[in-house]
């Protein structure tokens, strides 16, 4: 235990449960956050709690971080609007069954539910479904949640202080704020999301921008996280712009349809093209989304690696700096997992998974 | 002026064929009581008009949440609507 104090730059997911993380292993937390707690990509993504075993490294922190997300929405499912609806990974041909047979294996070796749908199986629990899909696979653990509503929480439950400010640099034992103040810490955790390179430059990475629906109020139109097995074909290996087929259940009843992605767009503007092409997308597998009423579009960042996995560990370069951040689609699910490797790495104890994939250093030759 | 028959809560009403799906509800009930309920309950009715306040929504044909106030009418549609707690 230390009683050091460390400041987190960024009040978003990973922020929050950073200083929560941090705050409960002895450390004394300044957040610094320029909006509220829990805005940013934190308020914009859909809330998805996802165990996704598309590479080792991405499975260990998905599924280590889906354990975290139950036990604490479990404890209190009002706060997080905690829903353990699941996930449905829709196949669209027999190729893609093929391979959501092949995961099955996989999620039962580390512990986690995950079970092989036949069609019969899959218009019994998604009865929108268009008709002609040869089955499906369904994680029983995933789950939603109301991510700025956690973040909020877990920031509560810290006792730290709150600086309402942009941080205009980093330096050796320190940041120094907008208006000129030095605050200076023992160790400082850059938590800013797609936002990381206005302080630290030459970090890897890419704003990612995607747009999301929302609709009215439709109970038991669907009742899992629905999405197209090629979404993480479409959505994470290319750099071209995409779209893929995700909706989601929210415990209000209304839907949130997405999903699309495009790489070097700055400005947050609703693109009508992009926003057709997804909404299409969304048609081809459920075609009855055309008769709800959508009321709201909404744009936002995720912050990309070029490998897919986060930043979480120390900058190799500048002492006392600690990266949590290029988090993609998947920060709400990893930030869990992400505040205990980051964490453990601090505060020098056994971490829960091997840290090494996500550390900055593979990034950054040696010197 | 034509006339068609519309089924607003399952009861054929016979209606003006250039009126909205608003008009023909406040013509068959003679006012304009609630028509939806909020999220938490309290009753709702058509204000604006001109498809901008959303209080008019009802279910047209099976489908949820359409402006009444935007929907012309049609031979045979099926219109349902909030009458309240003791309708």
Not at chain 1, 6 to 26: E, P
Not at chain 1, 33 to 53: C, F, K, N, P, Y
Not at chain 1, 141 to 150: E, F, H, K, M, Q
Not at chain 2, 41 to 57: A, H, K, V, Y
């Amino acid at each position: 235990m230390s009683h050091a104090h460390v400041i987190i730059i960024g009040g978003g997911i990973v922020g929050s449960a950073c200083a929560h993380r941090l705050a409960a292993t002895g450390w004394r937390v300044t957040l610094i956050e320029r909006d509220t707690i829990g805005s940013g990509a934190t308020a914009a993504g859909m809330g998805q709690v996802v165990a996704l075993d598309d590479s080792p490294a991405e499975f260990a922190l998905t599924a280590d971080s889906q354990r975290r997300w139950h036990a604490l929405g479990q404890a209190n499912p009002l706060v997080h609007e905690y829903t353990p609806c699941g996930t449905i990974w829709v196949a669209s041909d027999d190729e893609e069954l093929a391979m959501a047979a092949a995961k099955v294996p996989n999620y039962h070796a580390a512990g986690l539910h995950a079970e092989l749908l036949d069609a019969a199986a899959l218009y019994r629990h998604e009865p929108n479904l268009r008709p002609g899909l040869p089955g499906g696979l369904r994680i029983a653990g995933d789950a939603v949640v109301y991510p700025s509503r956690s973040a909020a929480w877990l920031w509560q439950q810290t006792g730290g202080t709150l600086i309402h400010a942009e941080v205009s640099a980093l330096h050796a034992g320190g940041v120094t704020l907008g208006d000129g103040r030095h605050l200076s810490a023992d160790a400082v955790v850059l938590a800013t999301g797609s936002r990381a390179r206005d302080l630290v430059p030459a970090l890897p990475i890419r704003p990612k921008k995607g747009h999301l629906v929302i609709t009215d109020r439709y109970p038991d139109f669907i009742h899992h996280q629905v999405a197209e097995m090629g979404y993480v074909k479409n959505a994470h290996l290319t750099d071209v712009d995409s779209v893929a087929f995700n909706v989601q259940p929210r415990a209000t009843g209304q839907i949130l349809i997405g999903s699309c992605r495009q790489y070097d767009i700055h400005t947050p503007e609703v693109d009508p093209v992009m926003l057709g092409q997804m909404l299409q997308r969304c048609l081809e597998f459920m075609p009855a989304l055309a008769t709800l009423s959508s009321i709201r579009v909404w744009t936002g960042y995720r912050a990309a690696t070029p490998d897919g996995q986060p930043l979480i560990g120390p900058h190799p370069h500048q002492p006392g700096l600690w990266l949590a951040t290029g988090h993609e689609g998947l920060g709400i699910t990893t930030s869990l997992g992400t505040a205990d490797l980051l964490a453990a790495l601090m505060n020098h104890t056994p971490p829960a998974i091997d840290p090494t994939p996500y550390l900055p250093s593979r990034f950054f030759s040696a010197t | 002026m034509a006339t068609i028959t519309v089924f607003i809560n399952n009861h054929p009403y016979a209606c003006d064929a250039s009126t909205s799906v608003a008009g023909a509800i406040a013509q068959a009930t003679h006012q304009l009581g609630a028509t939806r309920q909020s999220v938490h309950g309290m009753p709702r009715t058509m204000l604006c008009g001109m498809g901008i306040c959303f209080e008019c929504r009802v279910t047209i044909n099976g489908n949820a949440h359409q402006l009444a106030c935007q929907t012309p009418v049609e031979a045979g549609m099926h219109i349902t609507y909030w009458e309240g707690a003791d309708a």
